[in-house]
């Protein structure tokens, strides 16, 4: 399971830990007003009203074997570039930053930030580029009416190779993907999954229960897919 | 052409401007402080230092004829739902409205706003999703070795079907989408393209010059077929 820590519930932090949520993850969220602390306490039980830019809470919340730590914080730039900087320091794995102008970002990556976030950019680009449908994965997903999809395989093909599956035929719809969780052991000796991912799949490649089909097609051929 | 409006020069509109100034569309941008205003002058010729709540203004730049009209004022939000509203009277077809609140994309709603953009929230809620990889989608664009791209067919295929084109077999790629210009003539009587998208094309579909194909691969396979 992934632990992942979110630094700070302003609206990004909130909707962070809001979508983590139902997740399988193990998350943990630090706030240091309290009534913004309170705001996701229906969602996750381990919110804690404090500074983060305090090194001995940070690592006696354990996010020093944490997997991700997000960083939220736009306004105060020296606490947002502090955090980020202790956070590398006391060995966080991934560690993603919010950034409020082109400067900070910059910062942010030179303070060792994995992995920048801009929201006023980041979406301004993305809305740009599905304007002019230059990019024909938008198309796809504005295109009235084709849709990429992931659905979990029905019963009636578990066992059946791609090809005897028939689905491009039958359905009109093309299988780009084949996700599977295979059992593992993890270090700890616990029985874990770990995900195989398998795109674009040979015809003999077999379907089992619990696959799911990444695939790409129209909606209604999709929604009578889904039906099965 | 299409005819795209940005309201509002802060981060948000500059960089939608910034995107948008190398596509094929015709850009009018308006901003109320000049020193905003100037910061996209290399981009883009048309930016008026203007109050856009001002209908006159609006119909004198030719608003009501645009295609899009993205209201990008965030802080103001009885301006932001003034704009929107006035865009949506004047007869813009498509009005895309930034929100900063939950309670200010409610209104948008309201009061016409054909989509929201929600920065804060759409980012956080992208961001989860690429954490915990549920998005098949997302893990093709973040797995290491898959990728997806667009890529104008080689000279050596046009002609041939896709099944003669073998272009699974021999490079290892799929073949999700066929996109084509197709010249019609517009309502001035000029010569224009409008763009045909084929999805999940067929295997007897033939490849044209100046086709472009969108393939799902791995990232060594994609740079061979690149370089065709
Ligand atoms: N040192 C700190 N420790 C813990 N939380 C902090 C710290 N500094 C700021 N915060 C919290 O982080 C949250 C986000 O910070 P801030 O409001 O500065 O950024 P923002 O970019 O305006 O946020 P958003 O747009 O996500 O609402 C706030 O709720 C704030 O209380
Ligand atoms: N009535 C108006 N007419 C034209 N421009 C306006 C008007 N009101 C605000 N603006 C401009 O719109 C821009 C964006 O507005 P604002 O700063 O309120 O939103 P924001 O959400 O903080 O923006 P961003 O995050 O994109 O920087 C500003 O540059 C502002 O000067």
Redesign the interface.
């Known amino acids: 399971k992934?632990q992942?820590g979110v630094i700070g519930l302003?609206?990004?932090?909130?909707?962070?830990v809001r979508?983590?949520a139902s997740?399988?993850?193990e998350l943990v969220a630090i706030e240091k007003e309290e009534q913004k602390a309170n705001t996701v306490s229906e969602y996750i039980s381990k919110v804690v009203q404090a500074d983060a830019s305090d090194e001995k809470i940070l690592r006696q919340l354990d996010f020093h074997n944490f997997d991700?730590a997000?960083v939220?914080i736009g306004e105060n730039l020296e606490a947002s570039i502090l955090i980020t900087m202790i956070l590398k320091n006391i060995g966080v794995k991934k560690v993603?930053a919010k950034a409020?102008?082109s400067l900070h970002a910059d910062v942010l990556m030179k303070v060792g930030a994995d992995k920048i976030?801009f929201?006023?950019?980041?979406?301004?680009?993305k809305?740009?580029?599905s304007?002019?449908?230059?990019?024909?994965?938008d198309?796809?997903n504005f295109?009235d009416d084709?849709r990429?999809a992931?659905i979990v395989v029905s019963k009636k093909f578990t066992g059946k190779t791609l090809i005897d599956a028939d689905i491009?035929h039958k359905f009109?719809?093309?299988v780009?993907?084949i996700?599977r969780k295979i059992p593992i052991l993890n270090e700890d000796g616990e029985t874990d999954f770990k995900?195989d991912?398998n795109?674009?799949p040979m015809a003999d490649d077999v379907l089992e229960e619990g696959d799911?089909l990444?695939i790409?097609?129209e909606r209604n051929n999709i929604e009578k897919f889904k039906k099965l």
């Open positions: 992934k992942i302003g609206i990004f932090g909130q909707n962070m979508s983590l997740e399988k993850c991700v997000v939220t993603i409020n102008s976030v929201p006023e950019r980041d979406e301004a680009e809305l740009a580029k304007l002019v449908s230059s990019n024909i994965l198309m796809i295109a084709y990429m992931e491009r009109g719809l093309s780009v993907a996700r995900e991912l795109i674009n799911s990444l790409i097609g």
